[in-house]
């Protein structure tokens, strides 16, 4: 491209947004680029296109009014301090329950046993989630959980974030019990963690659909989830790779669905009420477990 030629259309302070105009007139049909200034991150068009540019992203606005900015869309760093509560809650309540044993009453009563979730105690898709076999099982799901649950909360907030990610893992744990019907049983967070990836891949072929993306650019996240999938999901002797392949498709029909549902993350009080509603949840799950 001849840069003398190029008329500036926008200066953006962020890259992301800058590049955001440009897939915009990309997916018109022009032929944009991003370049770096002192002033920030400048779009520009060539002098043909510009007139159609400047209309083309004004109508784009028009429809798409300005969203909160990601910064302050978990309210700061809240999805970063709530990911590492919920590792670190991971961790704690291991060193409760101790390793997985069939033995200890942790496991009896908590445990995603398919036929006593099938007769009923629907209570152990969630207390699962909770429960590891070893130190180094809960390890990885408390990192690896911690990265994508803060991915998520930094998009829909902590409070939601955490519902849909709880949802997503216990929605999986039972579709893996309608699938094996019998003689299974598992435990840990695993399904939330691909719960997650797949509530992210949801959520970006929505909003990339909605900022004008199409064809192969729309459906970009749902492919970089499904790589994490057969990355991080289908290794080791004891991975229960089909509760990680259900908590990730009920993770992506999730995100879809709050996506459209919900298109702007929650107010702080709402987020508070969900995350509260969430925590009780898992409390109340153990009660029932214990009753």
């Known amino acids: 491209m001849n840069e003398t030629s190029d008329i500036p259309l926008r200066v953006a ?36 296109e510009a007139e159609r540019g400047v209309a083309i992203l004004s109508s784009y606005e028009r429809e798409n009014p300005v969203e909160p900015h990601e910064g302050d869309e978990a309210a700061g760093y809240a999805h970063v301090v709530t990911a590492l509560a919920v590792a670190g809650a991971l961790i704690g309540f291991f060193f409760v329950t101790g390793a997985g044993d069939s033995m200890v009453h942790w496991f009896q009563r908590g445990s995603a046993d398919v036929e006593r979730i099938l007769y009923g105690e629907v209570w152990r898709t969630v207390t699962a989630l909770t429960l590891h076999a070893d130190i180094g099982h809960v390890l990885a799901n408390a990192i690896a959980g911690a990265v994508f649950l ?14 849909v990610v709880l949802l997503a893992g216990a929605g999986g744990n039972y579709v893996n019990a309608l699938f094996h019907g019998s003689f299974h049983v598992s435990v840990g967070a695993s399904t939330s963690v691909f ?47 089909w509760a990680h392949l259900f908590g990730f498709l009920v993770g992506g029909v999730m995100g879809v669905l709050v996506a459209f549902a919900v298109p702007r993350p929650p107010g702080l009080r709402v987020q508070w009420v969900l995350g509260g509603t969430t925590l009780a949840v898992v409390l109340y799950c153990w009660t029932l477990a214990f009753a």
């Open 13 to 48: 302070a962020e890259r992301k947004l800058a590049e955001e105009w440009a897939l915009v007139l990309i997916a018109e049909g022009l032929s944009p680029s991003v370049r770096r200034s002192s002033e920030g991150y400048v779009l520009v068009v060539p002098a043909e």
């Open 150 to 163: 803060a991915a998520v909360c930094r998009g829909l907030g902590p409070g939601l974030g955490c519902a």
């Open 195 to 241: 719960g997650a990836v797949g509530v992210l891949g949801g959520l970006g072929v929505v909003r990339r659909r909605r900022k004008g993306a199409r064809g192969r650019l729309a459906w970009m996240p749902i492919v970089a989830s499904l790589a994490l999938l057969a990355m991080l999901g289908m290794g080791g002797e004891r991975v229960d790779l």
